[in-house]
């Protein structure tokens, strides 16, 4: 069967998207859903900062503001910002290496689906008897006593969102390592399709010890055990462990691919190769490395004893030491550029101080003495904000005007760009700026109120009133990418002008098949170096026109996904004496799972193949068909 | 790829697991899943030494009292030797000699049922003592650590049977030989787990 | 036109001088104004590291500028295509090596100033009658209250730590429940009450806190612990040592019985209703249900956080849920056997817990 095949209709639409293995439309899978969260969370962030408005204010009950607050870090964290990220490095890293798809497209798609179902089931959690209310860091000895459901929906729907993490992050290592064009040596790759080697390899490690701290959750709370239970032996330390060696290095997994976001921005709107990309690419891979080795400085305050804190704060310092060589090398890039201010650009030299800001009180807070005052008051909500608006947020509203042309053909409208931008960046400012203060004037993070005698009003005030800014701005951006698809002005291979990397050297959107031919890559940069030489068609190929090989669209990955969505109400509801049926919905659910897979792996599935007639066919069309057109 | 076409054990080639993209991608890939099962186990052991012997005041159980060598050590022996024929079906494996393959990866799963009969019989002995899942934190992670290794080794199994059940009459083929081979791969790691297991809990528990 | 914009203008000064002022906060709880040893020196880190860090924002801050104000498209032409550098080995070098430096300035005091504030070797320190030499106080972090506990001097108290100024103070801290925090702003940092180890810590108070607007130092919960987590309050009154010893001496005698009428009549509904866990006397050790009340009517705040009134504390018994949700005192209607608390029974209750002083 052909995929080039005529379909139609909005049934076929639909079916196609929900079968997809092709990245590109996995991309806009994760962009929508990860958007969706992002204004779910946002809302959840307004809340919050609505109640803190005044002191005493009385908008939202204690035990719901806990609920807002720990389903807007875990909404950001995991349904937001990783998402969000994961759609740009789906969308184009396989485009920046000449890869005609992802390694593993089938896995490629569960991995979305186990993200989608685990993100629903964790946000059902408002509908059915309450979210969770331990903080996104779901501390061992208050999950535990927390009441109701709110906690097992955070385990089980993190859980499951994490495997297709886990799996989406295996993906790219390997599309990485085996699946570059000829001549694209490492040394050659562009810097975003690094830090989405790096960020994966996170990934891959640091995931693990939180599902292992997630089942424990699992278990203690719905089977019984005993792991946090102190009476029965447990120890609730061994939480914030297994957390935090996941969570540090999810900042990295975060803040890297944003700093590769920013490094092709730098390259293409100043005009410029990287400057010292090797020390680029090593800061990168560093920073990597030491992100597994100072978890605990997110617990100076526990009482680890002071040699502990002594060997994390030193390992915590160092790892300043890359971040400021990324930093001085995207100040050399722009120097000696011709730097057009474009929206893309415009968010990537707003980073610049944000990020080094928020990287200087991260520094203050490696200083184990020092943290003992920081630790969780407002100065460290105002600090991760700080990295992560400053630095992620940025980064993501920074790709999705640069990447959007390349993943739906059309461009966001530049004035529209600039108004969000401004609002966003004021309101970041103004929201978080003055926490610092807040922070070192005493006040902790987490408090649902205030009193009027603490001397926190005004400052609380100018916060929300910045995140007022910042709502006006998201909206401005939704307005934008309605304007922009409803007028629907196609654009072309290389719509900024400047593109550098092969993504910007193939029709936008690209045709299904990424590459008719294989390119063949003679450095760094090679559009740039091919569009310089006077190359009219942007490549030189590696390979003769031939029938490409495709993998074949699959429902299974959602089926698949779906079992476990289904397990999980299953397990949710085990040990409750009113609802029997758990454990027949645990076996069904898990049924599906492994039926599925069973079926996946008994059934042959070869994909098809492109013929070479077909593509020449596709070219003269313009060569952007998606396969449904 | 054409699963058509005939392989003699001339035409075979030395690596048919990765003389494909496909089966470059998977050995790729499956390693590093096992990087990431290695960080998963690392945790479980981690959480174990930290609970080890840790229980409510008046629980009397500790692994130097509950547990005995001779039939974690029969059950270990079977399980290496598990590991052991798994290499032999591979050998056959790559000489493109299907039916030797089968009857390897036969015996592999039968000594592998017998290591999961006995880890049962271990696990039922215990619970007859009192010392369940919920008994102490002791116990919750060592049914565990332990029992997740026991769902690894019946993925293991399943996967297997899995294999030469759907192969049986189709023999070797580009398509099903990586398969094959990380079958076997993840066999040995189970294996590689256990050994860590038989140490750090059993002799470790016995003797420390 | 100008006009408005000289409104503007002021406006915004005014602002920023507004910001400016209210920028170091109460003494009584403010970070930023210290008030003993720990707080200072963890004050100093602040100040060293704020001033290497606006050196590093300088420096990364003035090349930022310069770059975007001269390299500009608009200036330099459209056409205009720039050399592609590839790097230099003298400037990583420079990059890498200078933040090295800065960050060994750093790291030398932190190291210093980790073990400093860790040493608790002191604390059972013992002179030749076998007293100790420092004071050291037992907390108790509840659902959403603090035990302080001084085990040598046999006394017990609730919500409002008393200490002695101009020495050192040693804490043993665990949890009755969950995970909780000790935070005394102004006094120094905070140490988590964990409940399966006691964390040790010391801190020194070098100012009476009477010299403070409101009386009290201001102490906090800083870990999530549940929904009133915001509202799990302390205060700490510190004192000199001559009248530190006074105070434990009226901690440790009896509480005299209740004076006036209405009091007296409080006791008897207190000794029905409340006693049950709430003790009077401020002898003994800790583990108690409730908070002990032997300073209620010295006390700086009703609950831990409002004000303190025989009005709010009325509210308080009556309905402990509607001011502190989650908290484990039952309400008054519990308390009474079954029917709220009638209006002259409250009015009795307060008046005799408003007694309640060791205080002259």
């Known amino acids: 069967m052909s995929s080039l095949a005529q379909k139609k209709g909005f049934g076929a639409f639909i079916w196609d998207y929900l079968t997809t293995v092709d990245h590109k439309k996995i991309a806009i899978l994760y962009l929508i859903s990860g958007g969706f969260f992002f204004l779910v969370g946002g809302l959840e962030a307004m809340m919050i900062r609505i109640q803190l408005m005044k002191a005493g204010n009385d908008f939202l009950s204690a035990g719901l503001y806990n609920e807002i607050i720990t389903m807007h870090g875990t909404t950001m964290i995991f349904l937001a910002a990783m998402p969000l990220l994961l759609a740009f490095m789906n969308a184009v890293m396989p485009l920046q290496i000449g890869a005609r798809d992802v390694a593993f497209p089938f896995l490629n798609s569960l991995g979305f689906w186990l993200f989608f179902f685990g993100g629903i089931f964790l946000n059902l959690s408002w509908f059915m008897g309450g979210a969770p209310d331990a903080g996104w860091t779901n501390y061992a000895s208050l999950a535990l006593a927390s009441e109701g459901h709110g906690i097992d929906f955070y385990s089980l729907g993190l859980t499951i969102s994490g495997f297709g993490t886990l799996i989406a992050g295996i993906n790219f290592l390997v599309t990485i390592i085996n699946m570059r064009a000829p001549g694209m040596t490492y040394m050659r790759m562009p810097l975003f399709t690094w830090t989405t080697f790096v960020a994966s390899a996170l990934i891959l490690l640091a995931f693990p010890p939180l599902t292992i701290g997630l089942f424990f959750m699992v278990f203690d709370r719905l089977f019984d055990a005993n792991f946090f239970v102190v009476e029965m032996g447990g120890n609730t330390i061994i939480w914030e462990h297994l957390f935090w060696i996941f969570g540090h290095p999810e900042v990295y997994i975060l803040i890297l691919p944003a700093f590769g976001i920013f490094s092709e921005i730098f390259a293409i709107f100043s005009r410029k190769r990287l400057f010292g990309y090797t020390a680029l690419v090593f800061a990168t891979i560093l920073i990597g490395f030491y992100g597994f080795m100072v978890w605990a400085h997110h617990m100076f305050t526990v009482g680890l004893g002071p040699t502990a804190n002594a060997v994390f704060a030193l390992a915590t310092m160092i790892i300043a030491v890359p971040t400021g060589i990324k930093i001085f090398n995207w100040l050399l890039t722009i120097w000696g550029g011709s730097i057009s201010f474009t929206v893309p650009m415009i968010y990537a030299v707003a980073f610049i101080p944000s990020f080094v800001a928020g990287g200087v009180t991260g520094v203050m807070q490696a200083m184990a003495p020092l943290d003992y005052q920081l630790h969780d008051s407002y100065f460290i909500v105002a600090h991760f904000h700080y990295v992560i608006v400053g630095g992620v947020v940025l980064g993501?509203?920074?790709?999705?005007?640069?990447?959007?042309?390349?993943?739906?053909?059309?461009?966001?409208?530049?004035?529209?760009?600039?108004?969000?931008?401004?609002?966003?960046?004021?309101?970041?400012?103004?929201?978080?700026?003055?926490?610092?203060?807040?922070?070192?004037?005493?006040?902790?993070?987490?408090?649902?109120?205030?009193?009027?005698?603490?001397?926190?009003?005004?400052?609380?005030?100018?916060?929300?009133?910045?995140?007022?800014?910042?709502?006006?701005?998201?909206?401005?951006?939704?307005?934008?990418?309605?304007?922009?698809?409803?007028?629907?002005?196609?654009?072309?291979?290389?719509?900024?002008?400047?593109?550098?990397?092969?993504?910007?050297?193939?029709?936008?959107?690209?045709?299904?098949?990424?590459?008719?031919?294989?390119?063949?890559?003679?450095?760094?940069?090679?559009?740039?170096?091919?569009?310089?030489?006077?190359?009219?068609?942007?490549?030189?190929?590696?390979?003769?026109?031939?029938?490409?090989?495709?993998?074949?669209?699959?429902?299974?990955?959602?089926?698949?996904?779906?079992?476990?969505?289904?397990?999980?109400?299953?397990?949710?509801y085990f040990l409750d004496d009113t609802k029997p049926w758990a454990l027949a919905v645990l076996i069904i659910g898990l049924g599906i799972t492994f039926g599925s897979m069973l079926v996946r792996s008994l059934k042959d599935d070869l994909g098809f193949h492109i013929t070479k007639e077909e593509l020449i066919e596709d070219a003269k069309r313009g060569g952007n068909t998606d396969g449904l057109k | 790829m054409d699963l058509n076409k005939r392989y003699t054990a001339q035409s075979w080639p030395d690596h048919p697991e990765t003389a494909t993209l496909e089966g470059k991608n998977k050995f790729v890939g499956f390693w590093l899943l096992l990087a990431a099962e290695t960080v998963t186990f690392a945790s479980l052991f981690a959480t174990y030494l930290a609970l080890k012997d840790r229980g409510p005041d008046a629980s009397e159980f500790t692994a130097a009292g509950l547990f005995e060598l001779p039939l974690v050590f029969a059950m270990t022996m079977i399980l290496l030797t598990s590991s052991l024929t798994s290499v032999y079906a591979m050998h056959h494996m790559k000489n493109h000699n299907f039916k030797a393959m089968q009857a390897w990866l036969g015996i592999t799963v039968l000594l592998g049922l017998t290591f999961l009969g006995l880890e049962i019989y271990e696990f039922n002995h215990y619970v007859h003592l009192g010392f369940g899942f919920t008994t102490s934190a002791f116990s919750s992670a060592f049914f565990t650590l332990v029992g997740t290794h026991g769902a690894h080794v019946l993925f293991g199994l399943s996967w297997f049977i899995a294999l030469m059940v759907r192969n049986s009459k189709r023999g070797l083929n580009m398509y099903n030989a990586p398969k094959f081979y990380l079958a076997a791969l993840y066999w040995h790691f189970i294996d590689v787990v256990w050994v860590f297991i038989f140490t750090v809990v059993y002799l470790m528990g016995v003797i420390g | 036109m100008m006009k408005g914009l000289t409104n503007w203008r002021l406006f915004a000064l005014m602002t920023a001088l507004l910001v400016f002022l209210s920028g170091c906060g109460r003494e009584e709880i403010s970070t930023l104004i210290p008030a003993g040893k720990v707080a200072q020196d963890q004050f100093n880190l602040l100040i060293l590291s704020t001033i290497v860090m606006t050196f590093i924002i300088l420096v990364v801050s003035v090349i930022y500028v310069l770059a975007i104000v001269k390299f500009r498209r608009s200036k330099l032409g459209d056409d205009m295509i720039p050399?592609?550098?590839?790097?230099?080995?003298?400037?990583?070098?420079?990059?890498?090596?200078?933040?090295?430096?800065?960050?060994?300035?750093?790291?030398?005091?932190?190291?210093?100033?980790?073990?400093?504030?860790?040493?608790?070797?002191?604390?059972?320190?013992?002179?030749?009658?076998?007293?100790?030499?420092?004071?050291?106080?037992?907390?108790?972090?509840?659902?959403?209250?603090?035990?302080?506990?001084?085990?040598?001097?046999?006394?017990?108290?609730?919500?409002?730590?008393?200490?002695?100024?101009?020495?050192?103070?040693?804490?043993?801290?665990?949890?009755?429940?969950?995970?909780?925090?000790?935070?005394?702003?102004?006094?120094?940092?905070?140490?988590?009450?964990?409940?399966?180890?006691?964390?040790?810590?010391?801190?020194?108070?070098?100012?009476?806190?009477?010299?403070?607007?409101?009386?009290?130092?201001?102490?906090?919960?800083?870990?999530?612990?549940?929904?009133?987590h915001a509202l799990m309050d302390f205060k700490v009154k510190s004192v000199d040592r001559e009248e530190f010893d006074q105070w434990i001496a009226a901690m440790q005698e009896e509480p005299e019985p209740a004076a006036d009428a209405l009091a007296q009549e409080g006791e008897e509904t207190f000794a029905n209703s409340c006693i049950g866990c709430h003790a009077v006397s401020g002898s003994g050790s800790a583990g108690a249900v409730g908070p002990n009340l032997a300073t209620f009517g010295d006390r700086n705040r009703v609950a831990g956080f409002m004000e303190h009134n025989e009005e709010n504390l009325k509210k308080w018994i009556q309905d402990p849920q509607e001011y502190k949700p989650g908290n484990l005192m039952p309400d008054g209607e519990t308390n009474n056997g079954g029917e709220p608390f009638s209006e002259q029974e409250l009015d009795a209750l307060a008046a005799y817990l408003m007694s309640l002083s060791v205080e002259e």
């Open chain 1, 396 to 572: 993501i509203l920074a790709g999705t005007h640069l990447y959007w042309p390349k993943m739906f053909g059309t461009m966001l409208s530049e004035k529209l760009g600039m108004i969000t931008f401004w609002f966003f960046f004021i309101g970041f400012h103004l929201t978080f700026f003055i926490q610092h203060f807040l922070g070192l004037m005493g006040m902790p993070r987490r408090v649902y109120t205030f009193g009027a005698d603490q001397g926190w009003d005004l400052f609380n005030m100018i916060s929300s009133v910045g995140a007022l800014f910042m709502a006006i701005g998201v909206l401005v951006l939704l307005v934008n990418v309605v304007l922009t698809q409803v007028k629907n002005v196609r654009v072309g291979n290389d719509p900024w002008g400047d593109g550098r990397t092969l993504e910007w050297a193939i029709p936008s959107p690209p045709p299904f098949y990424n590459f008719a031919q294989t390119p063949l890559v003679r450095g760094l940069d090679t559009y740039w170096i091919e569009k310089m030489e006077g190359n009219k068609e942007g490549m030189v190929y590696a390979e003769p026109l031939g029938d490409v090989h495709m993998p074949n669209g699959s429902i299974i990955p959602l089926i698949m996904s779906f079992g476990m969505f289904v397990a999980a109400f299953g397990a949710l």
């Open chain 3, 83 to 228: 050399e592609q550098v590839e790097g230099s080995a003298k400037l990583e070098f420079i990059w890498t090596a200078v933040p090295i430096v800065l960050l060994l300035i750093l790291a030398v005091p932190t190291v210093y100033s980790t073990f400093d504030l860790a040493d608790v070797t002191a604390m059972d320190s013992v002179n030749e009658e076998g007293e100790q030499n420092n004071l050291t106080v037992n907390v108790t972090a509840k659902l959403y209250w603090w035990e302080f506990e001084y085990p040598e001097q046999e006394v017990v108290t609730a919500q409002e730590l008393v200490v002695p100024t101009d020495e050192r103070v040693y804490f043993n801290l665990i949890s009755a429940d969950i995970k909780h925090s000790f935070w005394i702003p102004s006094v120094g940092g905070k140490l988590d009450v964990n409940p399966e180890n006691v964390n040790k810590f010391y801190l020194e108070f070098d100012k009476e806190s009477s010299e403070l607007e409101d009386g009290v130092f201001y102490g906090k919960c800083a870990e999530l612990c549940g929904p009133s």
